[in-house]
């Protein structure tokens, strides 16, 4: 079975800083990874997407997220915080011969200006 | 292109009353569909996943239920609402099984 950790319920950073949101996983197969993005009130938009191709992979809005196998880890990372990233983000985990996907808890990004 | 659709977008109801959600697919064919609820700070459960019409199945025990009546339908009822079936309720689909677009959702809150 598969599932991920995310590490951290809130962060806040500046505007201009280092955004950092931080996913691990687990499964017994190799893994599909992905980020969603969800701002109030909305559905899940999906930021990108790892399935065994490259290992760092570039999504919209300037994100990107790096998986390592041998740390179990997909952080997203953007290098310039904009006041538009502040949303709620979910990594989550595929595994290959599932119908589903297992969510981590989510992580609340805050931009301050 | 591909749009999901879900109704109502938001939604009162009693305790002990019925409930029915509905999620519609357009442009594609024979999709996976997916219910999701998100409650308060505690991110996204899997209700139910359909991989074709009638083929419903339930991840979690509850008094909720789903069907799929056609290939681009997807209905989430119940016949008495809990309080804790308060939340916000997401359909998805997939075809390639790889990742999943989401619908709009449907704030629940039941009094």
């Known amino acids: 079975a598969q599932s991920v950790t995310q590490l951290g319920s809130h962060v806040s950073v500046s505007e201009g800083a280092l955004v950092l949101l931080r996913c691990n996983y687990s499964s017994s197969v190799p893994p599909y990874l992905f980020w969603y993005v969800q701002y109030p009130n909305q559905g899940l938009q999906l930021l990108l997407k790892y399935t065994s191709a490259a290992t760092l992979v570039k999504g919209i809005n300037g994100f990107e997220a790096e998986f390592k196998k041998s740390e179990t880890s997909f952080h997203l990372t953007k290098p310039s915080a904009h006041m538009s990233d502040a949303a709620e983000y979910f990594c989550?985990?595929?595994?290959?011969?599932?119908?589903?996907?297992?969510f981590g808890a989510g992580t609340r990004l805050t931009v301050k200006p | 292109s591909q749009t999901i659709h879900q109704w109502p977008a938001t939604l009162v109801q009693p305790v002990g009353s019925p409930l029915s959600l509905e999620c519609t697919v357009e442009?594609?064919?024979?999709?996976?569909l997916y219910w999701y609820r998100q409650a308060a700070g505690r991110g996204l459960q899997l209700l139910f996943y359909?991989?074709?019409?009638?083929?419903i199945s339930s991840e979690v025990p509850q008094n909720l239920s789903a069907s799929r009546p056609q290939d681009r339908q997807f209905i989430l009822s119940s016949k008495k609402l809990l309080l804790s079936d308060s939340g916000f309720y997401l359909c998805?689909?997939?075809?390639?099984?790889?990742?999943?677009?989401f619908g709009p959702g449907t704030r629940l809150t039941v009094l």
């Open positions: 998805a689909w997939s075809v390639d099984q790889i990742f999943s677009f």
């Open positions: 442009g594609t064919s024979n999709p996976n």
């Open positions: 359909s991989v074709g019409i009638g083929q």
């Open positions: 989550a985990v595929r595994g290959g011969n599932n119908n589903d996907m297992r």
